[in-house]
């Protein structure tokens, strides 16, 4: 087993970080806009409502939603309501929190195996784990089709859940890498060398190798799948 850190090949490829991070930045500007509208709308109604500003009727106020009318042209008006509540701004915080944690979690996501140490980085945190001590589960499993390499239906799984004994610590491996649809085959060796090296034997040792037996037949896999 080497020494040397490797940065596995994890994450979205460059295409479809900048789909991702383009939406996310839509995503906060829209919750943003929802969230400055009250404090705007405000301020507009007091324009229109100001001393020698006021709309004469509602033919010359028309054009706003009935919502941001000028008390004496709505009928349902309250007289001392200057405005829209600020606090209807706030439905607006969580499309502004989901578009930022997005860009984080596109931009971050990466993972690093130093040993047996398995380093993960997401979008707020990064978590450590020695696979060779772990628990280690599949993840999320697919079936292979008729026409993939392999008989037909045969598990594939498409992630290492490792989690650290007595704890619900854990880290997530992806196997798929930037844009490929597996993780190239020295790092999938290099996993499978990680959680078999010196493990203890235990009572976990017997999914952590067949875990570590999948990832090397998926390395043996010719690149072109």
């Not at 996501?109 to 990064?126: E, H, K, N, P, Q």
């Not at 976990?204 to 037996?213: F, I, K, P, S, Y």
Request: proline share 9%; charged share 20%; with cysteine.
């Amino acid at each position: 087993m080497t020494n040397q850190e490797l940065r596995l090949s994890v994450g979205a490829s460059p295409g479809q970080r900048v789909v991702a991070v383009a939406f996310g930045v839509l995503l906060t500007a829209v919750g943003a806009a929802f969230v400055a509208l009250p404090l705007v709308a405000d301020g507009l109604l007091r324009r229109l409502t100001g001393p020698g500003d006021a709309f004469a009727s509602y033919e010359e106020a028309r054009d706003l939603p009935p919502g941001l009318l000028p008390p004496g042209l709505s009928d349902s008006a309250d007289p001392n309501q200057s405005g829209p509540s600020p606090f209807v701004g706030l439905c607006g915080l969580p499309f502004v929190l989901l578009g930022l944690f997005l860009v984080l979690r596109v931009l971050r996501t990466a993972a690093w195996l130093d040993g047996s140490r398995a380093r993960v980085r997401g979008a707020l945190r990064t978590r450590t784990v020695d696979l060779a001590t772990a628990r280690i589960e599949s993840g999320a499993v697919s079936y292979r089709e008729a026409d993939d390499d392999g008989p037909a239906g045969e598990p594939q799984a498409r992630a290492i859940l490792a989690t650290e004994p007595g704890s619900a610590r854990g880290v997530t491996i992806p196997l798929r890498g930037m844009g490929l649809p597996v993780l190239p085959p020295s790092e999938l060796r290099a996993l499978a060398e990680a959680i078999t090296t010196g493990r203890p034997g235990d009572e976990l040792a017997g999914d952590a190798h067949a875990v570590a037996d999948h990832l090397r037949r998926l390395a043996e896999r010719p690149s072109t799948d």
